[in-house]
């Protein structure tokens, strides 16, 4: 009732009937009729009854009473539906983001969507891990990347956690096809984590212990921890912080001079 008082008949390209108007605001017949939907049903939502309810309609629903994205979520939850993705999920990291992670240089992070596609990493990540254009996806790359592998000294030891925290984040929005692709292909591609996965093991996301063996800069250990970006709900931060008592800060502060850098240059194929 509050978002039908706070739109005009103007703003919802509705005429304001010379003045003649009772309530400020939307009524309910009107926020019904352009959003397509009965006026009794509307009218039950508001009252919180249990009707059946689609993304579809709550979509046209927020558009009429021009909600945003928070109270759109919002409405979604008290529907008893999954929220929706951003509509920005797909849309190019903000500047500030890749100055947060450029910032942590020269320590390595990157940032992941919901699916744990690689959307943005520092030069630090791609040094360390050896990202490059072809990992798209983290959990892909965990598991099918020879240069991943190589690097990660716990990988066997890690790669169950790594598997749980996925099936934990697949689990907060059930019947999403986008984690069923990722888990299809991996499961086509790798025994190894056809096993993990069936075994339905959950791991909560948080901070996880990496060592790191680089072919230049030698053993380098990390302390990873998953930040989730408030203005950007799709987006999660990942930060490698160095481990004290362990050289790794000052190897990293020299893979990213110069020198450093051209020993991490990939040979031309």
């Known amino acids: 009732m509050s978002r039908r008082a706070r739109v005009t008949p103007a703003e919802a390209g509705l005429p304001d009937g010379g003045g003649r108007r009772r309530t ?3 009524r309910r017949e009107e926020v019904a009729v352009l959003a397509g939907v009965g006026v ?17 309609v709550l979509d046209a629903v927020s558009r009429v009473l021009r909600l945003d994205e928070a109270e759109r979520r919002h409405l979604y939850l008290l529907a008893g539906l ?3 993705l951003p509509a920005a999920v797909q849309a190019p990291v903000s500047d500030g983001l890749r100055r947060l992670i450029e910032a942590w240089m020269p320590f390595p992070a990157h940032v992941l969507d919901p699916y744990w596609n690689t959307v943005a990493f520092n030069d630090a990540a791609g040094m360390v891990f050896g990202y ?8 892909v790359s965990y598991f099918m990347s020879p240069i991943y592998r190589e690097r990660d000294a716990n990988w066997h030891r890690n790669a169950a956690a790594v598997v749980g925290q996925f099936r934990v984040a697949a689990s907060e929005r059930p019947g999403d096809p986008g984690y069923q692709l990722i888990v299809d292909d991996l499961m086509a591609q790798s025994t190894e984590f056809r096993e993990i996965w069936e075994r339905n093991d959950v791991h909560a996301a948080g901070q996880l212990g990496k060592v790191v063996n680089h072919p230049t800069a030698g053993q380098l250990h990390f302390e990873s921890t998953q930040l989730r970006v408030p203005a950007r709900s799709d987006l999660t931060i990942v930060l490698h912080t160095p481990l004290p ?14 020198e450093g850098r051209r020993t991490t240059i990939r040979p031309a194929v």
């Open 82 to 84: 999954n929220p929706p």
């Open 24 to 26: 400020p605001g939307l």
């Open 132 to 139: 490059g254009e072809a990992d798209t996806n983290c959990l």
């Open 40 to 56: 009794s049903w509307y009218q039950w939502l508001e009252q919180g009854r249990e009707i059946t309810v689609s993304p579809q």
């Open 245 to 258: 008592d362990t050289g790794t800060a000052e190897q990293l502060e020299w893979l990213a001079t110069p």
